[in-house]
C-alpha cells in the first residue's frame, strides 16, 4: 500500500509540478516500441512537433546569445559610464544605478545562469538517478531507508537551509551553488525513478538477465535504465529549468556566488538601489524575461519531447 | 493503513530531529565560531578581544563540550526558547517570529490553496479541448518560467509605480496604527494582494499543466474507454478522470511547498513585507544567528504540519487508503 501512496508516479518536483505530466505516465511508451522501428520515428516526430521544434530553437537562440553575446558586447561588465540611460545605440539595454552597461551584465548572467543550471541538474540527476535505481532494484530495507532519507530531505526548506549555511560560508562560488542545488533537488527524482525501476523489476527481460548472472549495477545499467532513458532525459531538462530558477531566488537574496554577475544579483542589485521609483526599468526587466524566456522554451521543448516519445499524448 | 500512519509519523519525528540537528549543527560545524565572528564585526584591543571572548563564549556557552551544547539546544528548543535576537537585541526569538507567521501564512495558505484549486479545474477543462487547451498551455508555460524575484519586482512596476493601482510594499499604510477598524483592514488587504498574486500566479501554471496531462492520460486510459463503451455521458468520464488525476497532483502538492515557500520568501522581501521571509533577509543583513535558527525550526515545522494535513486529505480522497484500514488487504 505504501508504495501508491508516497512513492507511486510521483507528481511534481520542488520546482515544478509540471512533471506530473511525465512522471505520471511516461512508462508504458517506454517499453513499448521496439528499438529499431523507435530512431526513424523519433526524428519524424521529433521534425513535426510544433512544440519541440519551437523550444528547441527558441532556447539556442538563448544558447548562442550566452555563447556570442559577451564577445559583440561593445562594453565589459566592469567599465562605468553616466548612470541611469535608458537604452540607447551605445548601450543596448541602458546602464543602470551605477553606470555598468545593462547589456554587458545580461550576456555574463546568461553564461552563469546556464552554468549553475548544468551543474545543479547534473548533481541533482546523479544522486536521485542512483538512490531511485538502487532503492527500486533492490527494495527491502535498503529500499525502506533510503525513501526516508528522501521522505526527510523533501522536508527540509533548501532556501532556508542555504540561509543558515550561506550565513556562515564568506565566500561562494559558482561550484557551491550548483551542487548545493543539486543536492537539495534530488528527492523527487529519487522518488519517480524509484516509482518506474520498481514496474519494470518485474518484466521478464529483467529475470532473464539476472538468471544469466550478471550483476545488479549492470542490469541496472543495461537492461533497465535504457527503457526509460526518454524519461530519465525528460528529467534532466526539466531539473535543468528548475535549478536556473532557484538559483535566480538565491542571487535575489544575496545568497549566490560572492563574485561575478548573474541574472540573480542584476535583480538584486535593482531592488536594493530602487529602481522601481527610479523608473530604472531596463535594469530589472531584463534580465527576469531573459530567464523566463529560457525556461519556458525547455519546459516547451519538453512537453514537445515527451509526445514524440509518448504516443498517447500526441494531438489527435 | 496502521502501518502507513506509524511509517509517516516516522518520517515526520526523524525530519525534525534531522532538521533541529542540521539547524544546530552547522554553525557549530562550520570553521570559526558564532562568538568569533560577532565579536570580528567590532575593532577590539587584543586583551579586549581575549576578555571578550571568554564573557561571550560562557554566556552563550560555547565553551561547554558539544555534546552538551547539543542537549542544551534540544532542552531550549522543547521549552520554546530559541535565545535571544542580535537584531532586535531584548526580544526574544521567539516572539518575533511568532509576530511574522501571520503574514507569511496570510500570502501562503490563500495562495498555495487557490492556485492549487483554480489549476487543477482549468488544467482539466483545457485537457483534449483544442480552443481552450491553446491559451491555458503557453500561459502555463510561462507562468511556470516566471522566476518569483522578477515577478515581485515587474507587477509592482506596473501596478504601483506606473498605473498607480496598488500600493509598492508594506504591509498597510504608514500612517496607520494596528487596530481593528474597517479603514486598517482594507488597508491590509488592499497592500497584501500584489505579494499574494505574486505568489498564487507562478504556482497557478504549474498544476494546470500538470492536472492538463494527466487528465489526458486518464481520458485515454482503458477505464475511460470502457465507460464510454458502456455508454456513459463524457461529462461523467472526464470527472472520473479528473478524480483519479487528483491524486498524483495532491502528493505533488507536498513536494512543491518548498519550493512555494522559498517563492514566499523572495515575494516578502521584494515587498518589505513583514513576515518570515524579511525576518530571514534582516537576520542576514545583521548576522543574527539564533534569529536564523529558529526561523529554521519554525519553517520545518510548518512544513512537517502541512505535509500532515496533505497526508490526512490524502486518505480521504484515496478510497484504497481507507479500505486498507478496515482492514482488506492492499
Known amino acids: 500500500m505504501s508504495d501508491t501512496l508516497s512513492g507511486g508516479p510521483a507528481a511534481g518536483s520542488p520546482g515544478e509540478p509540471v512533471v506530473t505530466q511525465v512522471a505520471g505516465a511516461v512508462l508504458p511508451a517506454a517499453a513499448a516500441t521496439p528499438p529499431a522501428r523507435r530512431r526513424g520515428d523519433f526524428l519524424h516526430y521529433a521534425l513535426h512537433n510544433p512544440k519541440l521544434v519551437f523550444g528547441v530553437s527558441f532556447e539556442l537562440l538563448f544558447v548562442l546569445a550566452a555563447i556570442f553575446g559577451p564577445l559583440i558586447s561593445p562594453h565589459g561588465t566592469a567599465e562605468f559610464f553616466l548612470p541611469h540611460q535608458p537604452p540607447s545605440a551605445q548601450h543596448w539595454m541602458g546602464t543602470d544605478y551605477f553606470g555598468h552597461d545593462v547589456f554587458a551584465q545580461l550576456a555574463s548572467g546568461l ?90 523489476r518485474s518484466r521478464e527481460f529483467v529475470d532473464l538477465a539476472r538468471l544469466s548472472g550478471r550483476r545488479a549495477t549492470s542490469i541496472v545499467v543495461r537492461d533497465i535504465a535504457p527503457n526509460m532513458a526518454s524519461y530519465l532525459f525528460l528529467v534532466i531538462i526539466l531539473l535543468f529549468g528548475s535549478a536556473m530558477l532557484l538559483a535566480a531566488s538565491y542571487d535575489f537574496l544575496g545568497l549566490g556566488p560572492t563574485s561575478g554577475i548573474s541574472l540573480g544579483t542584476m535583480m538584486n542589485q535593482s531592488m536594493l538601489w530602487s529602481a522601481l521609483q527610479l523608473k530604472i526599468w531596463w535594469w530589472f526587466v531584463p534580465p527576469g524575461l531573459v530567464l523566463t524566456g529560457m525556461v519556458a522554451a525547455l519546459l516547451i521543448a519538453n512537453v514537445g519531447l515527451d509526445e514524440v516519445f509518448n504516443p498517447r499524448l500526441r494531438e489527435q | 493503513m496502521r502501518r502507513y500512519l506509524t511509517r509517516k509519523l516516522i518520517t515526520y519525528v526523524l525530519a525534525f530531529f534531522v532538521g533541529a540537528t542540521i539547524d544546530w549543527g552547522i554553525p557549530h560545524l562550520m570553521p570559526g565560531n558564532p562568538v568569533q565572528l560577532y565579536l570580528s564585526k567590532f575593532q577590539l584591543q587584543p586583551g579586549g578581544y581575549a576578555a571578550l571572548y571568554k564573557t561571550m563564549s560562557e554566556a552563550f556557552g560555547t565553551s561547554l563540550p558539544l555534546w552538551d551544547q547539543y542537549l542544551h539546544f ?17 526580544s526574544r526569538v521567539t516572539t518575533l517570529v511568532l509576530d511574522a507567521i501571520p503574514y507569511t501564512l496570510a500570502l501562503l495558505v490563500p495562495a498555495i490553496v487557490l492556485s492549487y484549486v483554480l489549476g487543477n479545474r482549468l488544467g482539466a477543462a483545457a485537457a483534449r479541448r483544442k480552443s481552450l487547451d491553446n491559451t491555458v498551455l503557453p500561459a502555463g508555460y510561462v507562468l511556470q518560467a516566471v522566476p518569483y524575484p522578477w515577478l515581485a519586482l515587474a507587477l509592482p512596476y506596473l501596478l504601483g509605480e506606473i498605473w498607480h493601482v496598488f500600493p509598492l510594499s508594506g504591509p498597510y499604510d504608514q500612517t496607520l ?21 505574486t505568489v498564487f500566479l507562478v504556482s497557478l501554471g504549474g498544476w494546470a499543466i500538470g492536472m ?36 498524483p497532483q495532491l502528493s505533488g502538492l507536498a513536494l512543491a511547498l518548498g519550493v512555494v515557500i522559498g517563492g514566499n520568501i523572495v515575494t516578502e522581501i521584494a515587498f518589505h513585507y513583514p513576515g518570515l521571509g524579511l525576518l530571514i533577509y534582516n537576520a542576514i543583513e545583521d548576522e543574527d544567528y539564533f534569529l536564523l535558527q529558529g526561523i529554521f525550526i519554525f519553517i520545518v515545522i510548518g512544513v512537517l504540519l502541512a505535509n500532515f494535513i496533505i497526508d490526512l486529505v490524502y486518505i480521504s480522497v484515496d478510497p484504497r487508503t481507507r479500505l486498507s484500514m478496515q482492514g482488506a488487504s492492499s
Open chain 2, 74 to 90: 534540544w532542552s531550549g528548543l522543547v521549552r520554546g526558547d530559541l535565545g535571544v535576537s542580535i537584531y532586535e537585541f531584548p
Open chain 1, 111 to 200: 553564461r552563469l545562469s546556464y552554468l549553475v543550471g548544468a551543474l545543479g541538474a547534473l548533481c541533482a540527476a546523479l544522486v536521485g538517478m542512483t538512490l531511485g535505481f538502487a532503492a527500486g532494484y533492490r527494495g527491502g530495507l535498503l529500499d525502506d531507508v533510503l525513501q526516508m532519507i528522501t521522505n526527510i530531505m523533501v522536508m527540509i526548506p533548501s532556501l532556508v537551509l542555504l540561509v543558515v549555511i550561506g550565513a556562515y560560508l564568506k565566500t561562494r562560488g559558482v561550484l557551491f551553488e550548483g551542487v548545493f542545488i543539486g543536492l537539495t533537488t534530488w528527492p523527487w527524482v529519487a522518488r519517480a525513478v524509484r516509482a518506474q525501476t520498481f514496474t519494470l
Open chain 2, 177 to 197: 496604527l494596528p487596530a481593528l477598524s474597517w479603514t486598517f483592514i482594507s488597508s491590509l488587504l488592499y497592500h497584501w494582494f500584489l505579494p499574494f498574486l
Open chain 2, 212 to 247: 492538463r496531462n494527466l487528465v489526458i492520460y486518464e481520458l485515454e486510459n482503458d477505464s475511460s474507454r470502457y465507460m464510454r463503451a458502456l455508454g456513459a455521458r463524457e461529462r461523467l468520464v472526464r470527472r472520473y478522470a479528473y478524480r483519479s488525476a487528483s491524486l
